[in-house]
């Protein structure tokens, strides 16, 4: 399952995406905003952190205007990594090296071609599941102490 999450500034980008996964045939929850009028990001990447962080879903995708906001509040939580992409070699590379979870993009930013290319090389990339780079990742949720 793949979490879908956007602001106003990311909506149509969204319903792009949404048809793209529907040709596919790709299991989404979509957790809003379902409309442009003005609304507050932070809601909407709340839920799919949820989502992803209860099992329910195994990866999300978050749309804002700029992916920005939308990317900073979900790296807020534990377990989470979502990073911004707004091109196929950062989402090919974020998935083998970061194992990142949550695919964030700019509804302002990035077309509808390029972006479906984008969320298909982050759905489609395995991690490498390389020992440096778990090791990388496991450092992230446990910092050294200074
Ligand atoms: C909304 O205008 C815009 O600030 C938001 O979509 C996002 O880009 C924030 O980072």
């Known amino acids: 399952m793949i979490a ?8 149509e980008l969204m319903q792009e995406v949404i048809a793209h996964l529907d040709e596919k045939g790709i299991e989404y929850k979509n957790f809003g905003t379902y409309d442009t009028k003005s609304t507050d990001y ?11 962080l209860s099992g329910e879903s195994e990866k999300g995708i978050l749309i804002c205007g700029t992916g920005l906001g939308i990317s900073i509040t ?23 090296h970061n194992d990142a979870n949550i695919l964030a993009m700019g509804g302002r930013v990035v077309g509808p071609g390029l972006a479906l290319m984008i969320v298909d090389t982050f759905l489609n990339t395995p991690f490498s ?11 992230i949720d446990t910092p050294e102490e200074e």
Do not use: M
């Open 74 to 96: 979900a790296n807020r939580y534990k377990g989470i990594r979502a990073a911004v992409c707004h091109d196929c070699f950062s989402a090919e590379a974020t998935r083998q």
């Open 42 to 52: 932070p809601i909407y990447a709340r839920k799919v952190v949820k989502s992803i």
């Open 129 to 139: 599941g390389d020992e440096r780079h778990k090791r990388r990742i496991s450092l």
């Open 4 to 11: 879908l999450g956007c602001d106003h500034g990311g909506y």
